[in-house]
């Protein structure tokens, strides 16, 4: 689509590979199989994928090694970890955020390349990645404070903090692969469970020059970082039960297939964050230039590669023609590009087969009645389909059925607000949803409908996880737990306290254990 233009020499692509991998605290040298971590990226005027690196082609065998360093480290709940004060863990935890500050260009360059994600959006999940370490170290001091206290009740003492879990299994999506593996792995870590991490096929080599971070900053076990296919390296470890917490971020098929290895189901704490066909609704009244602008951004921002991404607008009919012609406009504006060019909006897809995808979509959408409305709707090149916007989508296109995480945006008209409240109803997923319009009396019962559809309604604006304060979750086949700063911390962690009665005999004890600091567990130490 773009002329080749040269790389510019701050992000030429030098290759790494990458030898070892994390387990027991120890980096261990991988003289095995490696797989080549290609970018669709090309660094040639004659198309070409990049060759980003290698990493380490593990097997079961060290998949099960990296268990049995975790189980170790976590020693049936009596391991270092598993134990320690709690103004230890953050200790620790703010150690390794200033530690891996100074990778940040490297993990930034990596990501880049790996995912084709712009520059400045790398840029930006980094350092929102800190953020969000430094906000989580805060929350769980909250809570420590928040526990750090008595309770009395029918002459009973009850001291209630939350404790770990147990064994985590942490697998994180290549779309956010820092910033959302990150979001599973800290609240993780501080609650006092030990993890296995395996990082996604793409967006695999940003999270090697963090290793020595980790490997240097945690007990031996506590963390252990394997790389290799899902099927080679997680399943074995779910077939063994002993993973107390799947914690996934990924589509459906993937977490089902893993949970049902699992030969204790009812045992298994889900922590997941999943797919998502986010509507927007455009009412009569809406202001056609912001609803165009939150649309766009809303549905083509990373090529549409967002869980998050509104997947399906519903346009009424009295807009429609108002609302397609700047919509389309809008979209055949934006500017296709490699990652590091200035202002690039859609750049190249990391899937190699995502385009063809893409393509698959919008053809079965044309044999079923739909139109191309954009001018450069499914131009194509090597590893880059253009969006496409289609309409009318009826119900029994796949682009209105499936989640289609990539460049095409599938239109729907309605006239009746009912038509759409039943088919969102009626969807498998219930993550987010904008509506745009004015009017209270009609936004008002179209709100109280869609609270209970969706976790998070956007009003005149597009779907979005951030910011990480607030709750991140979904109803149906989009999520199970929450994730957010406040509630991670909690999905990874569980109510458990020590009840005394009261009686001069137990309360002497309380007070000697509490004057003596000799257990971690019972104190009212308030963490500054």
Known sequence: MNEFQPIPKAYVCNPLHHKTYLINGELREWKGACDEVYSTISSTEQYAPTLVGSVPHLTEKEALEALEAAANAYGKGNGLWATMRVKDRVEILERFTKEIQHKRDEVV??????????????QKEFDRTIEYLYNTLEEYKKLDRDSAHFQKKDGIYAHIRRGPLGIVLCLGPYNYPLNESFALLIPALLMGNTVIYKPPKYGVLLITPLLE??????????????????????????????????????????????????PHKNRLRLVLGLEAKNPAIVLPDADI?????????????????????????????????????????????????????????????????????????????????????????????????????????????????????????????????DQVREEIADSHYGQQVSIFGHDVYTLAPLIDAMVNLVCRVNLNSLCQRGPDVFPFTGRKDSAVGTLSVYDALRSFSIRTFVASK??????????????TETSNFINTTYIL
Not at 233 to 260: C, F, Y
């Open 109 to 122: 360059q990596l990501m880049m390349w790996e995912i084709g994600k712009t520059i400045l959006e790398c």
């Open 502 to 515: 009261d009686n001069p005999y137990n309360n002497e004890i309380l007070e000697n254990l509490l004057k």
């Open 289 to 417: 230039d912001l609803a165009v602008k939150e649309c766009v951004a809303g549905a083509l921002t990373f090529n549409g590669q967002r869980c998050t991404a509104l997947k399906i607008l519903y346009v009424h009919e009295d807009v429609k023609e108002a609302f397609l012609s700047k919509f389309t406009e809008e979209v055949d504006k934006l500017p296709f590009g490699n990652p590091w060019e200035v202002n690039v909006k859609l750049t190249p897809l990391p899937e190699p087969d995502k385009p063809q995808y893409i393509q698959d979509l919008i053809d079965d959408a044309l044999q079923k009645g739909a139109k191309i409305l954009n001018k450069k709707g499914g131009e194509r090149c090597e590893n880059f389909i253009f969006p496409a916007v289609l309409a009318p989508v009826s119900p029994d296109m796949r682009v209105y059925q499936e989640e289609q995480f990539g460049p095409v945006v599938p239109v729907r008209f309605f006239t009746d607000i």
């Open 213 to 262: 971070a980790f490997r240097d900053c945690f007990p031996k076990g506590v963390i252990n970082i394997v790389f290799g296919r899902g099927r080679e390296i997680a399943s074995p470890i779910m077939e063994t039960g002993r993973i107390d917490v799947l914690a996934l971020i990924g589509n459906s098929r993937s977490a089902i297939a893993l949970q049902d290895k699992h």
